[in-house]
């Protein structure tokens, strides 16, 4: 079984900044590419970012590239991600996702889900 635990999220103006954390209940954390998604209202889930298992790679969508950062703790077995610059458009529900697989990159499928943290900003 495997558990995503999502926190961090809350209400900040537009520029600030928001630090979310994915804590993981699963033994092989440390082998499983990890992500964050977002889902606004009205639109699809869409990946934020993503990182391998060890952290030696990452991968920002286009609309969050040098504003959010992605980042892991496999002894903590926490992944994180570090907001920035934020915008009214950056508002969703954000997810922590796990790769079904182990070890791959790209992922083969994101297939654990936490259940979201609120992320929303003001103008």
């Known amino acids: 079984q495997v558990l995503l635990v999502e926190s961090g999220g809350g209400l900040v103006q537009a520029g600030g900044s928001l630090n979310l954390s994915c804590v993981a209940e699963m033994i092989t954390f440390s082998s499983r590419t990890m992500a964050w998604f977002r889902q606004a209202p009205g639109k699809e889930r869409e990946i934020v970012a993503s990182i391998s298992w060890s952290g030696a790679r990452t991968d920002y969508s286009d609309s969050v590239k040098g504003r959010f950062t992605i980042a892991r703790a496999n002894s903590k077995k926490t992944l994180y991600l570090e907001m920035g610059s934020l915008k009214p458009e950056d508002t969703a529900v954000y997810y922590c996702?796990?790769?079904?697989?182990?070890?791959?990159?790209?992922?083969?499928?994101?297939?654990?889900w936490g259940q979201g943290t609120q992320v929303t900003v003001s103008s």
């Open positions: 996702a796990a790769d079904s697989g182990f070890q791959a990159w790209p992922p083969s499928a994101y297939g654990h």
